[in-house]
Protein backbone atom coordinates (compact mmCIF):
# COMPACT_ATOMS: atom_id res chain seq x y z
CA UNK A 1 0.00 0.00 0.00
CA UNK A 2 1.45 3.26 -0.91
CA UNK A 3 -0.22 7.03 0.34
CA UNK A 4 0.81 9.61 -1.93
CA UNK A 5 0.69 13.41 -0.54
CA UNK A 6 0.86 16.01 -3.54
CA UNK A 7 2.02 19.90 -2.50
CA UNK A 8 3.37 23.11 -4.20
CA UNK A 9 0.32 24.13 -6.64
CA UNK A 10 -0.95 27.71 -5.90
CA UNK A 11 -1.64 30.23 -8.49
CA UNK A 12 0.72 31.90 -10.94
CA UNK A 13 1.11 34.12 -14.02
CA UNK A 14 1.60 33.09 -17.29
CA UNK A 15 5.68 32.21 -17.92
CA UNK A 16 6.16 31.65 -14.47
CA UNK A 17 7.19 28.56 -12.47
CA UNK A 18 5.75 26.21 -9.98
CA UNK A 19 7.28 22.79 -7.65
CA UNK A 20 5.01 20.48 -7.33
CA UNK A 21 6.35 17.90 -4.61
CA UNK A 22 4.54 14.18 -3.88
CA UNK A 23 5.64 12.60 -0.87
CA UNK A 24 5.06 8.35 -0.21
CA UNK A 25 4.44 6.97 2.67
CA UNK A 26 6.04 3.34 3.54
CA UNK A 27 8.84 1.52 2.72
CA UNK A 28 8.14 0.72 -1.30
CA UNK A 29 8.53 3.82 -2.65
CA UNK A 30 11.63 2.48 -4.77
CA UNK A 31 9.64 -0.35 -6.55
CA UNK A 32 7.13 2.33 -7.84
CA UNK A 33 7.18 4.10 -11.19
CA UNK A 34 5.57 7.35 -10.82
CA UNK A 35 3.74 9.64 -12.41
CA UNK A 36 1.87 13.15 -12.81
CA UNK A 37 -1.15 13.63 -14.22
CA UNK A 38 -3.92 16.54 -14.86
CA UNK A 39 -7.41 17.40 -14.99
CA UNK A 40 -8.89 20.67 -16.33
CA UNK A 41 -12.77 21.16 -15.58
CA UNK A 42 -14.73 19.28 -17.93
CA UNK A 43 -11.81 17.12 -19.47
CA UNK A 44 -10.29 13.64 -18.75
CA UNK A 45 -7.51 13.15 -16.49
CA UNK A 46 -4.36 13.32 -18.84
CA UNK A 47 -0.20 12.14 -18.77
CA UNK A 48 1.93 14.93 -17.78
CA UNK A 49 5.16 12.92 -16.75
CA UNK A 50 6.55 9.88 -15.50
CA UNK A 51 9.76 8.50 -14.13
CA UNK A 52 11.14 5.00 -13.66
CA UNK A 53 11.96 3.08 -10.41
CA UNK A 54 15.73 4.44 -10.51
CA UNK A 55 15.16 7.55 -11.98
CA UNK A 56 17.31 6.94 -15.11
CA UNK A 57 14.26 6.80 -17.37
CA UNK A 58 11.49 9.61 -18.18
CA UNK A 59 8.56 10.26 -20.29
CA UNK A 60 6.87 13.38 -20.83
CA UNK A 61 3.48 14.25 -22.73
CA UNK A 62 4.62 16.33 -26.14
CA UNK A 63 2.29 19.60 -24.34
CA UNK A 64 5.20 19.77 -21.52
CA UNK A 65 8.27 18.60 -22.82
CA UNK A 66 11.00 21.04 -23.02
CA UNK A 67 9.04 23.10 -19.93
CA UNK A 68 8.44 20.47 -17.42
CA UNK A 69 10.59 18.26 -15.09
CA UNK A 70 10.25 14.94 -13.24
CA UNK A 71 12.78 13.92 -10.93
CA UNK A 72 12.81 12.20 -7.73
CA UNK A 73 14.24 11.47 -4.77
CA UNK A 74 14.16 7.69 -3.34
CA UNK A 75 15.65 8.55 0.02
CA UNK A 76 13.13 11.18 1.05
CA UNK A 77 10.40 9.07 -0.45
CA UNK A 78 9.42 11.81 -3.32
CA UNK A 79 8.67 13.06 -6.67
CA UNK A 80 8.71 15.93 -8.16
CA UNK A 81 7.50 18.26 -11.16
CA UNK A 82 9.29 21.06 -12.21
CA UNK A 83 7.14 23.46 -14.04
CA UNK A 84 8.56 26.15 -16.15
CA UNK A 85 7.08 28.77 -18.71
CA UNK A 86 3.66 27.52 -17.25
CA UNK A 87 0.79 28.44 -19.78
CA UNK A 88 -3.02 29.21 -19.17
CA UNK A 89 -3.73 25.79 -20.90
CA UNK A 90 -1.53 24.08 -17.61
CA UNK A 91 -4.71 25.36 -15.32
CA UNK A 92 -5.52 21.97 -13.89
CA UNK A 93 -5.46 19.55 -10.87
CA UNK A 94 -2.46 17.87 -10.77
CA UNK A 95 -1.97 14.60 -9.63
CA UNK A 96 0.80 11.62 -8.52
CA UNK A 97 0.47 8.17 -9.05
CA UNK A 98 2.37 5.38 -8.77
CA UNK A 99 2.84 1.81 -10.13
CA UNK A 100 4.79 -1.03 -8.55
CA UNK A 101 6.90 -1.68 -11.56
CA UNK A 102 10.02 -1.16 -13.09
CA UNK A 103 8.16 0.43 -16.57
CA UNK A 104 6.67 3.91 -17.07
CA UNK A 105 3.64 4.21 -18.20
CA UNK A 106 1.03 7.06 -20.01
CA UNK A 107 -2.18 4.96 -19.00
CA UNK A 108 -3.78 6.54 -16.44
CA UNK A 109 -5.24 2.67 -15.74
CA UNK A 110 -2.00 1.35 -15.40
CA UNK A 111 -1.23 3.18 -11.74
CA UNK A 112 -2.46 1.82 -8.63
CA UNK A 113 -1.87 4.65 -6.39
CA UNK A 114 -3.21 8.04 -6.73
CA UNK A 115 -2.85 11.52 -4.42
CA UNK A 116 -5.55 13.93 -3.36
CA UNK A 117 -4.39 16.26 -6.14
CA UNK A 118 -2.89 20.04 -5.91
CA UNK A 119 -4.36 22.84 -7.67
CA UNK A 120 -2.32 25.12 -10.42
CA UNK A 121 -4.14 28.11 -12.14
CA UNK A 122 -2.10 30.10 -14.23
CA UNK A 123 -3.35 33.10 -14.94
CA UNK A 124 -2.68 34.91 -18.52
Known amino acids: QVQLVESGGGLVQAGGSLRLSCVAS????????MGWFRQAPGKEREFVAA????????NYADSVKGRFTISRDNVKNTVFLQMDNLKPEDTAIYYC?????????????????WGQGTQVTVSS
Open 51 to 58: ISRSGAMT
Open 97 to 113: AARPSIYVAVNKRDYDY
Open 26 to 33: GRTFSSNA
